[in-house]
């Protein structure tokens, strides 16, 4: 029992990564409907520059923290102003192929700017915290801490902001919205602002984690953090979360009690079910068109 309260614990500190992850995900698709798979590069660019202010610069964690998320947000508003913008009425095809191909120029970008070599990050949260025969990581606890903030943030910001709910409006008729005054182009840019703001956000959490950094290290977390998306239900910041969450707890029990070479097409397995029983996810909600 002990062991598996570990487990569980742990799959929720990897899925707090996911969810925080997804959430940047299901904003773009939610508002631009279009799917960003550079996003998980994005998460490798935050993890560099984090990395370097910790370790070259001797930055204070939290100065580190502020300046990668600057970056990151920076980075997400020139790709889609650069690469998503002119595709703003193409198909979704065409949108699709120029995100593999910004993903595979951040990283070829990466290994040329910083090598191939895989850095270790530094130790940024230490220490556990002992509930009775339990040993939590404090590093644990700040990610899902982290991660139920975000959520809670986000779900405020679109839900009683102006800005929210010019959000709102645009994923709703992004034609009426621009008829009624709203700034399209601008709430777009915001959304992809936000978004690459939380990747750098995860990467840091990511490396606490698994202090690992190397240029191809966000393909798979964001692959996954995809995954949860459209489990919890794309489009869906509550879905956002609760898929990752249980992608996380998933993915950690299927390598504690059956194989950690299969956890991962458990997960994908786990995901094929659900979306052929619920197609829109957990949370999605069904959408009608008027022909």
Not at 91 to 113: Q, W
Not at 249 to 278: C, H, M, R, T, W
Request: charged share 10%; hydrophobic share 55%.
């Amino acid at each position: 029992m002990l062991a598996f309260l570990s487990y569980l614990i742990s799959g929720l500190s990897l899925g707090s990564v996911y969810a925080i992850i997804a959430l940047g995900y299901s904003m773009v698709y939610g508002i631009a409907k279009m799917l960003n798979f550079a996003h998980g590069d994005i998460i490798m660019v935050g993890a560099f520059v984090a990395y370097f202010a910790l370790y070259n610069w001797h930055m204070s964690v939290i100065v580190a923290v502020l300046l990668s998320a600057v970056v990151c947000t920076v980075l997400g508003v020139v790709i889609e102003r650069l690469a998503y913008k002119p595709l703003r009425q193409a198909g979704s095809l065409a949108v699709l192929i120029t995100a593999i191909g910004v993903s595979y120029f951040l990283e070829n970008g990466a290994m040329l700017a910083w090598g191939t070599d895989t850095k270790i990050f530094p130790t940024i949260i230490s220490g556990s915290l002992s509930i009775g025969s339990v040993s939590i990581a404090w590093s644990t606890i700040i990610t899902i801490a982290a991660c139920v903030v975000i959520m809670l943030a986000l779900s405020w910001f679109i839900n009683k902001t102006r800005t929210g709910r010019a959000m709102r409006a645009t994923s709703e008729d992004r034609g009426a919205a621009a008829l009624m005054g709203i700034n399209v182009n601008k709430i777009i840019s915001i959304t992809f602002a936000i978004g690459s703001g939380l990747a750098a956000v995860a990467a840091i959490l990511l490396c606490s984690a698994y202090p690992s950094v190397y240029p191809t290290m966000g393909s798979m977390p964001g692959i996954k953090a995809f995954t949860a998306a459209v489990l919890g239900g794309i489009g869906s910041i509550p879905g956002a979360f609760l898929g990752g969450l249980v992608l996380g707890v998933i993915e950690n029990l299927s390598k504690a009690y059956i194989s950690a070479q299969l956890s991962d097409a458990i997960v994908f397995g786990v995901l094929i079910v659900v979306l052929l029983i619920k197609p829109t996810g957990l949370l999605g909600k069904k959408i009608s068109e008027k022909v």
